[in-house]
């Protein structure tokens, strides 16, 4: 009998790491070739991995949750002479041209190539992944804790973030990065040193010059429960932070610590707006358009934008460059059941107000369903985040990092409002706009969010100016 490893294989799209959101195979089984083998979550889209080989598996590795690197062994192969034999001869199967490659980058000889199967599955990743085995302390040290076990030659860090871990005795090249672009954070540095698992040779000075960009963004665990009574045990449930509301977590936790959040709050009168919706709808209805008011403020934000380009940037840290993006994908928050998803109306300033409303339909439908691309995922410049009926008075939106501001759209209520010195009842609508004060004077946000509330407020400006 010959043992085969089998690592995660290149995915592309620039992945260099995925998440085990379930295995479909467990030691012992008799596995066939192209048969699935393990779901990998990679940027909030799901692939699933079939086998290259036939055999019987020895070792899977790595418990649901566990972020892997590309090209780590995944599973043990047992291949008998005849087996091995047969799938030497199969021609790769890799999704897109990607298959399992060398730690160097370069092809494998004689060896197949695992397939990525390109469809999402039917459901968002992170689903169904609480319903599998809790990381123990066996499964955390057969896939690698992640406190222990990183390593990264080249870290990329701020002379600061540097600084600081000299002072700490640190070695920063141990201490998995939270920052934009893979970089290592003060807090992280701060982190690593209260970590009690942190090894005792990470705990010593360093002085490396190298910067290169590493290839993971990790999170660590910073808070440790405390095992329960027997009693409290009975009363609980654990289930694996993982998939997509990890991913969230990550996101809110960097935009969080990175971006010094400020918003701004105003109310908008939607009066013109109701009507011109009303007055187009029957039109909409007749193309198969359901015609709400998200595209009519998704065209209002793509007029402001090019009046107020600062916010359309977004800050290159690894090399202190503003980016100015003259494109606008507008991100729409699409509340799902695994968590909040963010899909992306590309070229919303090429498209009509219909065009929009028919792609934010089909992005929205296809998040909650569970079937996003992973190109419908990425690439926005702004994001708009509607809580609905929900709307209440007003919430604190946080940025979708590393964009620079964000929209929250709130419930349109009537209430009195003063016209013309009478008091009457308005449709009242709050903006709350929340921007990175780093990037954003305060003035220049509240620019932006008059800009805005005055094409809400009169609509026929939208049709005027645009493009």
Same mark, same amino acid.
């Given at each position: 009998? #010959?043992?085969?490893?089998?690592?995660?294989?290149?995915?592309?799209?620039?992945?260099?790491?995925?998440?085990?959101?379930?295995?479909? &195979?467990?030691?012992?089984?008799?596995?066939?070739?192209?048969?699935?083998?393990?779901?990998?979550?990679?940027?909030?889209?799901?692939?699933? &991995?079939?086998?290259?080989?036939?055999?019987?598996? =020895?070792?899977?590795?790595?418990?649901?949750?566990?972020?892997?690197?590309?090209?780590?062994?995944?599973?043990?192969?047992?291949?008998?002479?005849?087996?091995?034999?047969?799938?030497?001869?199969?021609?790769?199967?890799?999704?897109?041209?990607?298959?399992?490659?060398?730690?160097?980058?370069?092809?494998?000889?004689?060896?197949?190539?695992?397939?990525?199967?390109?469809?999402?599955?039917?459901?968002?990743?992170?689903?169904?992944?609480?319903?599998?085995?809790?990381?123990?302390?066996?499964?955390?040290?057969?896939?690698?804790?992640?406190?222990?076990?990183?390593?990264?030659?080249?870290?990329?860090?701020? $002379?600061?973030?540097?600084?600081? #871990?000299?002072?700490?005795?640190?070695?920063?090249?141990?201490?998995?990065?939270?920052?934009?672009?893979?970089? =290592?954070?003060?807090?992280?540095?701060?982190?690593? #040193?209260?970590?009690?698992?942190?090894?005792?040779?990470?705990?010593?000075?360093?002085?490396?010059?190298?910067?290169?960009?590493?290839?993971?963004?990790?999170?660590?665990?910073?808070?440790?429960?405390?095992? $329960?009574?027997?009693?409290?045990?009975?009363?609980?449930?654990? %289930?694996?932070?993982?998939?997509?509301?990890?991913?969230?977590?990550?996101?809110?936790?960097?935009?969080?610590?990175?971006?010094?959040?400020?918003?701004?709050?105003?109310?908008?009168?939607?009066?013109?707006?109701?009507?011109?919706?009303?007055?187009?709808?029957?039109?909409?209805?007749?193309?198969?358009?359901?015609?709400?008011?998200? $595209?009519?403020?998704?065209?209002?934000?793509?007029?402001?934008?090019?009046?107020?380009?600062?916010?359309?940037?977004?800050?290159?840290?690894?090399?202190?460059?503003?980016?100015?993006?003259?494109?606008?994908?507008?991100?729409?928050?699409?509340?799902?059941?695994?968590?909040?998803?963010?899909?992306? %109306?590309?070229?919303?300033?090429?498209?009509?107000?219909?065009?929009?409303?028919?792609?934010?339909?089909?992005?929205?439908?296809?998040?909650?369903?569970?079937?996003?691309?992973?190109?419908?995922?990425?690439?926005?410049?702004?994001?708009?985040?509607?809580?609905?009926?929900?709307?209440?008075?007003?919430?604190?939106?946080?940025?979708?990092?590393?964009?620079?501001?964000?929209?929250?759209?709130?419930? &349109?209520?009537?209430?009195?409002?003063?016209?013309?010195?009478?008091?009457?009842?308005?449709?009242?609508?709050?903006?709350?706009?929340?921007?990175?004060?780093?990037?954003?004077?305060?003035? =220049?946000?509240?620019?932006?969010?008059?800009?805005?509330?005055?094409?809400?407020?009169?609509?026929?400006?939208?049709?005027?100016?645009?493009?």
């Amino acid at each position: 009998m #010959a043992r085969w490893e089998f690592k995660l294989p290149d995915i592309g799209e620039g992945v260099t790491e995925g998440e085990i959101v379930s295995w479909l &195979i467990k030691p012992g089984d008799i596995v066939k070739e192209d048969q699935p083998m393990i779901e990998v979550m990679t940027d909030k889209a799901t692939v699933t &991995i079939t086998s290259p080989k036939a055999g019987r598996v =020895v070792e899977t590795v790595g418990a649901p949750g566990t972020v892997v690197a590309v090209h780590s062994v995944l599973v043990v192969f047992e291949l008998d002479a005849t087996v091995t034999a047969a799938s030497d001869k199969t021609s790769a199967h890799a999704s897109g041209g990607s298959g399992a490659r060398h730690a160097n980058g370069g092809a494998a000889k004689n060896e197949p190539a695992a397939t990525a199967v390109g469809d999402i599955k039917e459901h968002l990743p992170g689903m169904g992944a609480a319903s599998a085995a809790p990381r123990t302390a066996s499964s955390v040290s057969a896939g690698g804790d992640l406190a222990s076990s990183y390593f990264n030659a080249k870290p990329l860090a701020t $002379p600061a973030t540097r600084k600081l #871990a000299r002072d700490m005795e640190i070695d920063l090249r141990a201490v998995p990065p939270t920052g934009p672009q893979g970089r =290592v954070t003060k807090v992280d540095v701060e982190t690593f #040193a209260k970590e009690p698992n942190a090894s005792p040779a990470a705990l010593a000075p360093v002085r490396s010059a190298t910067i290169p960009m590493p290839a993971h963004e990790r999170a660590r665990d910073a808070v440790k429960i405390t095992a $329960p009574t027997a009693a409290q045990g009975a009363l609980e449930e654990r %289930v694996p932070f993982a998939g997509v509301r990890r991913k969230i977590a990550q996101k809110m936790a960097q935009s969080v610590h990175t971006a010094a959040h400020f918003t701004f709050v105003e109310e908008c009168d939607c009066a013109a707006l109701k009507a011109l919706r009303k007055r187009l709808q029957p039109a909409a209805q007749a193309q198969g358009v359901k015609l709400t008011f998200l $595209p009519f403020i998704v065209k209002a934000v793509v007029a402001a934008l090019k009046k107020k380009p600062i916010l359309n940037s977004a800050l290159d840290e690894s090399t202190n460059e503003l980016v100015y993006r003259k494109y606008y994908n507008i991100g729409i928050a699409a509340s799902t059941e695994a968590g909040l998803i963010v899909p992306v %109306v590309k070229d919303a300033d090429r498209r009509s107000v219909l065009d929009v409303a028919r792609e934010i339909e089909r992005v929205a439908t296809d998040a909650k369903n569970g079937k996003s691309r992973m190109e419908d995922l990425q690439g926005s410049t702004f994001t708009i985040t509607s809580l609905g009926a929900d709307g209440g008075l007003f919430a604190t939106p946080i940025i979708n990092f590393p964009e620079v501001g964000i929209l929250g759209v709130h419930q &349109i209520k009537q209430k009195p409002v003063v016209k013309d010195g009478q008091i009457v009842i308005g449709d009242v609508m709050l903006l709350s706009l929340s921007f990175d004060h780093r990037i954003v004077d305060g003035h =220049v946000g509240a620019a932006f969010a008059y800009d805005i509330i005055h094409y809400l407020e009169d609509p026929d400006r939208l049709f005027l100016e645009m493009v």
